[in-house]
């Protein structure tokens, strides 16, 4: 069992930045594919960013929407996952929830924080 908790949501002019955390409870954190999501007022929640260690190395992806602006990256160490978002934009303003599954991170991935409030004025 993993248990999530995010935290470092705020509101923020157009042109900011943020760093969302996410912090995971269990021993075997590094095994686990992290990532983010979010959910725009009165739409689906969408992708945002994952990121996964394999024998290959480190495999992240993102979103269209995000890609050069949000960084993501994990502290094993610290069982923590991170959302860097720069260049912020009004589109940007959801419900951001953290994800982790031991596969891919999809909208079907096993464990899910509570969500953090992310608003972005223009």
């Known amino acids: 069992q993993v248990q999530l908790v995010e935290s470092g949501g705020g509101s923020v002019q157009a042109g900011g930045s943020l760093r969302l955390s996410c912090a995971a409870s269990?021993?075997?954190?590094?095994?686990?594919?992290m990532g983010w999501f979010r959910q725009p007022p009165g739409k689906a929640r969408e992708f945002v960013a994952a990121i996964t260690i394999s024998w290959s190395g480190v495999n992240i992806g993102y979103a269209d929407s995000v890609k050069g602006r949000f960084t993501i990256s994990r502290d094993d160490a610290k069982n923590t996952v991170y959302l860097q978002m720069n260049s912020l934009k009004p589109e940007d303003t959801a419900v951001y929830y953290c994800?982790?599954?031991?596969?891919?991170?999809?909208?079907?991935?096993?464990?899910w924080g509570q969500g953090t409030q992310v608003t972005v004025s223009s």
């Open positions: 994800a982790a599954d031991r596969r891919a991170i999809t909208i079907l991935s096993a464990y």
């Open positions: 269990g021993r075997t954190f590094s095994s686990y594919a």
